[in-house]
């Protein structure tokens, strides 16, 4: 069941958690939704003979902050991409392709490969280079001729390359600053979260002209390490001023 819900327009900063420096303006004009909500469940008291319902139990006690930005800085959208930055160095890599192998599609191996790559077959040996095509920049190996006997593996090496880390395994976490008005009471609020978990590859869509304007859903995680606020618990805390 929702068991609160807070509106305001303002403000919202954010920080990387475990990253030197301070917040930095997501938007200068932003309208946040805050939804708290538990999931309970009944139990029943069988003392006394008695089967009846006594007592609800939280289960589970989740926020969620909505966030319709307007005027996004860019350069808060440069630091979060950069949050998901890695150097992969060199490597020799064996990868086992999939069995069986559709002729003429691509099969992702990695990127940066140093020619010339060796198929292998545990029976046949060698794969004949005249039977598939690999684009070493983007890493793909295609077949272009019946294979006989399967499965293959593939023996490469590569460079080094840079990963933006964009598919959706590695979620961003930030603490969030909101500074605005309460719309229900017109008073000033200041609001702090604690722990925000962002996926950046769902939130932000890159193929687009600009950042103007985007809509952000972040799913706050308690931080036990911060005092208990009455209202957001381990979340966070909204001060109205």
Known sequence: ?????????????????????????????????????????????????????????????????????????????????????????????????????????????????TLPVVVLNAIAGVVPGAAYTVDPVYGTINFNATISVQPYTVQLDTTAHEVFALNGRNQVFVQALFRGTDKASNRKVMAHFYRLALDIAEEFKLVQKSFSSLSVRLQATPDLSQPLDSTLGYYGKIIIL
């Open 1 to 113: 069941m929702s068991n609160g819900c807070f509106v305001g327009r303002g403000s919202l900063a954010v920080a990387l958690l475990g990253a030197a420096g301070g917040f930095f303006t997501l938007s200068g004009e932003s309208e946040i939704t805050l939804d708290l909500q538990e999931d309970n469940e009944s139990v029943n008291d069988a003392r006394n003979g008695v089967n009846e319902r006594v007592d609800w139990y939280i289960r589970n006690y989740r926020a969620t902050l909505t966030a319709e930005c307007f005027r996004i800085e860019p350069s808060a959208i440069e630091l979060l991409l950069k949050s998901t930055y890695t150097q992969v160095g060199a490597s020799s890599d064996e990868i086992e392709l999939p069995n069986p192998l559709v002729l003429g599609q691509d099969y992702l191996l990695r990127p940066n490969i």
